[in-house]
C-alpha cells in the first residue's frame, strides 16, 4: 500500500469516526473532546511501536496513532500511552482501559462481533525465511 493510499485510508476513517459519533463521554469523539486520550500500542516492536530506553514512543504505529489523535484535536503532549497485547485488547477496549488500539491485529469475524475496526491501515503477509544456501527447499 502506498504512503498517499495510507494517508487517504487514516483521513477517511477520522472523517467517518468524526461524522458517526457524537460527542457523548462514553464514545472515543467524547473522550477525544476532553484533550486527552490513552492510545493501546505494543512497547516491544521495533519499527511498529516501540518504548525505547530513554522512555520515547516510537515507530509506525505511534506515528498513526498521534496522527489519528491530532486529527481528533489532541495534542501529543495529551496522549497516554499504555501497553496493550493481543491477549488482552478486547478487555482493554471494553472495560475502557485504553480509548483505541493501534496496533497489528488480524481482522476476524470473531473480533468484529467484540470491538468495532477502524482498518485495516496496513496490510502485510508472512513467509517462511530459509539459508540461501539450504537446498533441501525447491524455490
Known amino acids: 500500500m502506498s504512503f498517499r493510499r495510507l494517508m487517504a485510508a487514516i483521513l477517511l476513517t477520522t472523517v467517518a469516526l468524526s461524522a458517526c459519533a457524537s460527542a457523548d463521554p462514553g464514545t472515543l469523539l467524547g473522550k477525544a473532546a476532553s484533550g486527552n486520550l490513552t492510545i493501546g500500542i505494543r ?17 509506525f504505529d505511534v506515528d498513526v496513532a498521534t496522527y489519528v489523535a491530532s486529527r481528533l484535536g489532541v495534542k501529543p503532549s495529551n496522549i497516554t500511552w499504555r501497553e496493550t497485547t493481543p ?3 478486547e478487555t482493554d477496549l471494553t472495560s475502557g482501559t485504553v480509548d483505541l488500539v493501534v496496533a497489528a491485529y488480524s481482522i476476524t469475524d470473531r473480533r468484529k462481533q467484540l470491538v468495532a475496526f477502524a482498518g485495516p491501515y496496513f496490510v502485510t ?3 517462511l525465511l530459509v539459508r540461501k544456501a539450504d537446498r533441501t527447499v525447491e524455490p
Open 125 to 127: 503477509g508472512q513467509d
Open 43 to 59: 512497547f516491544d516492536q521495533p519499527g511498529l511501536a516501540e518504548h525505547t530506553l530513554d522512555g520515547r514512543f516510537v515507530g
Open 87 to 89: 491477549d488482552t485488547r
